[in-house]
C-alpha cells in the first residue's frame, strides 16, 4: 500500500510547535508499521486510551518525580496514538462515524481519568471544586476552539455555509440558539465571501486570521498535558486548574474577540471595493492594487 503524503488538511502557521516537530511526526513514522500489520484505526484510538489511563494512574504519585515524569511519557504517547488514528484511517480508507466518536471519547476520557485521579490524590473538598470548575472550563474552551479552528480551515479552503434552516420543534431551536451562538457571530462573514467570486477574498482572510488562531492554539491538548507535568513537578497540581480557569480562559476570550474583529475589517473592505492580492507564502502582501487592503495585516 503506498501511503498519503503527509495531512495538508491543518495549516501549519497556527498548529502547536509539539504537533509539527514531535506528535505528528512521531505517528507518520510509526504509520507504516501499523498499516502493515492490519492494525485498525479504532484499535488505536483504544491504545492511547489505556496510555493515557497508564498516565492518570502515575499521576496518583505527583509528589515523586519519577512518577510525575512518567505520567508526562504515558500522555505524550496518548497524543502520538491521538494523531495516528486519524493517519490510519486515511491511509486505509476506513475512516468512519464510529471511529470519530470513538476517537473523541478517548481524547475526553483521558483528560476525566487525570483530572479525578489528581483530585483523588489531593482529597480536598476545594480540590474537587477546582477540579470540576476546570473540567467544565476545559470543555469549553476545546470545544469552542475546536469550531473556531475548523472555521478558519473551511474558509482557507474557500469553502463557505449557508445560513441553516430553523428547525419546527422549539426544543431543538432553543438548543441551536444557545449552541450556535459562535456561529451566528461569525455567519456574517461566510455570507460575504460566498458572494464574492475572487479567490483572493479568502487569502485575505487567511492572513489577517493566522494571529487569533495562532494565539488560541495554546488550548490544545498539548498545552495542558505539560501544564499538568509542571504543575505536578512543582508540587501543586491545582496551580494546574487555575491555569486552565484564568490564563486559558483569558486566551480563549481575546482569540475570539479578536478573530471577530478580523472579520467585521474584511467584511466592512469588501463592502467597499473588491479584492485584488497577491501573497507570498508567509502571508505578507506582495501586490495589492487595493491600497486600503495593504494594513489587512497590522
Not at 466592512?268 to 497577491?278: D, E, G, V
Amino acid at each position: 500500500m503506498t501511503l498519503p503524503p503527509p495531512d495538508q488538511s491543518r495549516d501549519r502557521r497556527i498548529e502547536d510547535p509539539t504537533n509539527l516537530w514531535l506528535i505528528h511526526p512521531a505517528g507518520r513514522l510509526l504509520l507504516p508499521w501499523f498499516v502493515a500489520r492490519g492494525i485498525p484505526a479504532n484499535a488505536v484510538s483504544l491504545i492511547g486510551l489505556t496510555l493515557g489511563a497508564l498516565a492518570a494512574l502515575a499521576y496518583v504519585r505527583w509528589d515523586a518525580w519519577p512518577f510525575a515524569f512518567a505520567g508526562l511519557l504515558l500522555s505524550v504517547g496518548w497524543l502520538i496514538a491521538d494523531g495516528l488514528d486519524g493517519m490510519i484511517a486515511r491511509a486505509t480508507g476506513t475512516a468512519s462515524p464510529l471511529g470519530r466518536i470513538l476517537d473523541g471519547l478517548c481524547d475526553h476520557g483521558v483528560f476525566v481519568l487525570i483530572y479525578v485521579m489528581l483530585a483523588t490524590s489531593i482529597a480536598t473538598l476545594e480540590g474537587w471544586a477546582l477540579a470540576v470548575a476546570a473540567g467544565a472550563a476545559h470543555a469549553l474552551q476545546s470545544n469552542l476552539y475546536e469550531s473556531e479552528r475548523a472555521r478558519f480551515h473551511r474558509r482557507c479552503r474557500g469553502g463557505v455555509i449557508t445560513d441553516p434552516v430553523p428547525s419546527r420543534n422549539p426544543l431543538v431551536r432553543l438548543y441551536d440558539h444557545v449552541a450556535g451562538a459562535l456561529d451566528r457571530a461569525a455567519f456574517p462573514l461566510d455570507q460575504a465571501l460566498g458572494s464574492h467570486r475572487d479567490p483572493a477574498a479568502h487569502d485575505a482572510y487567511r492572513a489577517a486570521a493566522t494571529g487569533p488562531m495562532r494565539l488560541m492554539s495554546l488550548l490544545t491538548a498539548n498545552v495542558r498535558v505539560l501544564a499538568i507535568f509542571i504543575a505536578c513537578l512543582v508540587g501543586d497540581p491545582r496551580l494546574f486548574w487555575w491555569f486552565e480557569l484564568v490564563p486559558l480562559t483569558a486566551v480563549l476570550v481575546s482569540g475570539l474577540l479578536w478573530h471577530r474583529q478580523v472579520e467585521t475589517g474584511l467584511i466592512q473592505r469588501l463592502a467597499r471595493s473588491p479584492i485584488s492580492l497577491t501573497y507570498s507564502t508567509d502571508g505578507a502582501i506582495r501586490q495589492s492594487p487595493i491600497d486600503h487592503l495593504k494594513d489587512m495585516n497590522k
